[in-house]
């Protein structure tokens, strides 16, 4: 585990919780803690380079740097590049088309741990239709320092497909949990003391 995911994992409060819970409420072993605690970090790590939740979450952080990158032509479409840079040093390098103010590319560059070099992921998008309403890449391919990694191509896509629209609110989380998860934690805790 590299010390950047051990810092990330360790400066969430929610995950402290979390692994709190499990050594404490479920007796988790150290090897458990440390999987879990590694998969918290490469989680969150995923998450900061993600480029939805960049730019509808991450935007306002402070240290968060926006500047204009330029114009130039990708995949035969005229870009303007916008420049970010995030506090931890990834840099973020949004191509978007001047017409259609669609994203085009996203370039991810971020520190490597091991080899003290940058990672460059880039995810590349085409062939836009309108689906429901909203104009989206049908074609998605993902570079890793310029070798593919995959090619994904989709036949349509829905959105808003009937699903209440609070289904992700904390207050409907809260009370999902109060009804289920806190039920099935109860079950197994006694369950444990039936079996002691």
């Known amino acids: 585990m590299t010390r950047q995911t051990r810092a990330l994992a360790t400066s969430d409060p929610l995950a402290e919780e ?3 819970y499990l050594s404490v409420e479920r007796n988790a072993s150290p090897a458990t803690l440390k999987a879990y605690r590694k998969a918290l970090g490469a989680f969150q ?3 900061k380079k993600d480029i939805n939740n960049l730019l509808r979450a991450r935007l306002k952080e402070p240290g968060m740097q926006i500047r204009f990158g330029g114009t130039d032509v990708v995949d035969l479409k005229t870009v303007d590049w916008v420049d970010l840079t995030d506090a931890e040093g990834r840099n973020f390098r949004l ?3 001047r017409t259609t103010h669609l994203l085009v590319r996203a370039m991810v560059s971020s ?6 070099d940058r990672n460059v992921d880039t995810n590349i998008y085409a062939n836009f239709q309108l689906m429901d309403g909203v104009r989206t ?3 998605i391919t993902t570079d890793r320092n310029g070798r593919r990694v995959a090619q ?3 036949n349509f896509c829905k959105y808003n497909s009937g699903l209440p629209a609070d289904l992700f609110t904390k207050a409907a989380l809260d009370k999902r949990f109060s009804e289920v998860g806190s039920k099935k934690y109860k079950d197994e805790k006694k ?4 079996e002691n």
């Open 111 to 116: 520190p490597d741990e091991n080899t003290h």
């Open 152 to 154: 994904v191509f989709f």
């Open 45 to 47: 790590e995923q998450a």
């Open 18 to 20: 979390f692994l709190r």
């Open 95 to 97: 191509a978007v088309d």
């Open 137 to 139: 890449p049908l074609q």
């Open 191 to 194: 369950k444990e003391k039936e």
